[in-house]
Antibody, heavy 122, light 109 residues
Framework: EVHLLESGGGLVQPGGSLRLSCAAS????????MSWFRQAPGKGLEWVSV????????YNADSVKGRFTISRDNSKNTLYLQMNSLRAEDTAVYFC???????????????WGQGTLVTVSS | QSALTQPRSVSGSPGQSVTISCTGA?????????VSWYQQHPGKAPKLMIF???KRPSGVPDRFSGSKSGNTASLTISGLQAEDEADYYC?????????FGGGTKVTVL
């Protein structure tokens, strides 16, 4: 059974940093692209970043370019999101999600974690 | 990366059909057959319902169907059931990125 578990969320001051982790199990982690999404309180979904199975393909949303870095450790079946220069508008629940078997840009994220809350506030 | 446009809410009685529209532009919905739909119940993670405009993942009831015409994609729920009450989000490839709609709340009357 596929399982994704995010961790690392919490309260951070504006300008601070945080690293999120997503522990994966139940599938061959290195075979699948993984992505981060976020959802501000009471708002809709927003795509943040995606990384290919080998880690060589990385794309980021304009809203986080230059501040957030996605990475993965296939030996540990873990996805990461390093978040720097955090702003109040980055406050959200952050979800990791596994891509399906479609084309890279298919958008078929078939399994999601339950999310971890990041609050940016002084 | 402009958001896609969805109606804020739609409603229907059990057994009826409802359709949610998702309007984008020529550089997202109109240009690519990479539209997906997600269902989200309160406090829960999103669930993939439709991908590649009209494909259903295994386990998703065939009451859910997707289509696209020009810059507008649609999700239709036939034979509405109480458990279908949730928020629904459309998502489209937009050139090295994905963009979401603002979400539609489906209410089962």
């Amino acid at each position: 059974e596929v399982h994704l578990l995010e961790s690392g969320g919490g309260l951070v001051q504006p300008g601070g940093s945080l690293r999120l982790s997503c522990a994966a199990s139940g599938f061959t982690f290195s075979n699948y692209a993984m992505s981060w999404f976020r959802q501000a309180p009471g708002k809709g979904l927003e795509w943040v970043s995606v990384i290919g199975g080998s880690g060589s393909s990385i794309y980021n949303a304009d809203s986080v370019k230059g501040r957030f870095t996605i990475s993965r450790d296939n030996s540990k079946n873990t996805l990461y999101l390093q978040m720097n220069s955090l702003r109040a508008e980055d406050t959200a629940v952050y979800f990791c999600a596994k891509r399906g078997m479609g084309d890279f840009w298919s958008g078929d994220f078939d399994y999601w974690g339950q999310g971890t809350l990041v609050t940016v506030s002084s | 990366q402009s958001a896609l446009t969805q109606p804020r809410s739609v409603s229907g009685s059990p057994g009826q059909s409802v359709t949610i529209s998702c309007t984008g532009a020529t550089n997202d919905v109109g240009d690519y057959n990479y539209v997906s739909w997600y269902q989200q119940h309160p406090g829960k993670a999103p669930k993939l319902m439709i991908f590649d405009v009209s494909k259903r993942p295994s386990g998703v009831p065939d009451r859910f169907s997707g289509s696209k015409s020009g810059n507008t994609a649609s999700l239709t729920i036939s034979g509405l059931q109480a458990e279908d009450e949730a928020d629904y989000y459309c998502c489209s490839y937009a050139g090295s990125s994905w963009v979401f709609g603002g979400g539609t709340k489906v209410t089962v009357l």
